[in-house]
């Protein structure tokens, strides 16, 4: 049945009768795109796949509809679980942002000390070259 609904859905939006292979892999991409949280990855590969630029349009609408969805039942996204899982505790937004945390641009400093250049590794170079 959700077949049928994708098949009148991209035909209707684009105007094209789709056969069944690139409904079910438009279907698939809009699986990918809820579970992985990665719509556009998503509309890359199944274009890669299909070479068929009718799906395009249907297949964005497809993931981000997949993608809201996703957010709504589920707020941590499953890599993300699956990481915290394994013990592994990836930065947030919030504590890449916290007030006293150094950045790199104010660590870094100019150079106090500039090397020389060295002429004679030019002329060693050019001469294992000639």
């Not at 993608?67 to 679980?81: D, G, K, T, V």
């Amino acid at each position: 049945m959700l077949e049928v609904r994708w098949d009148r859905g991209a035909s209707f939006l684009s105007g094209v009768h789709r056969d069944a292979r690139s409904i079910r892999t438009g279907r698939d991409g809009a699986v990918f795109a809820g579970v992985v949280r990665a719509p556009m990855t998503s509309v890359l590969m199944i274009f890669e796949m299909t070479q068929d630029y009718a799906v395009i349009v249907p297949l964005m609408i497809a993931n981000l509809v997949s993608l809201f969805i996703a957010s709504r039942l589920q707020h941590e996204p499953i890599y993300e679980a699956l990481a915290v899982q394994d013990g592994i505790h990836l930065p947030t937004a919030k504590t890449r942002q916290r007030p006293g945390q150094r950045r790199v641009a104010g660590i870094m400093r100019i150079a106090s000390q500039l090397l020389p250049p060295r002429p004679r590794f030019g002329r060693r170079w050019r001469s294992s070259i000639e």
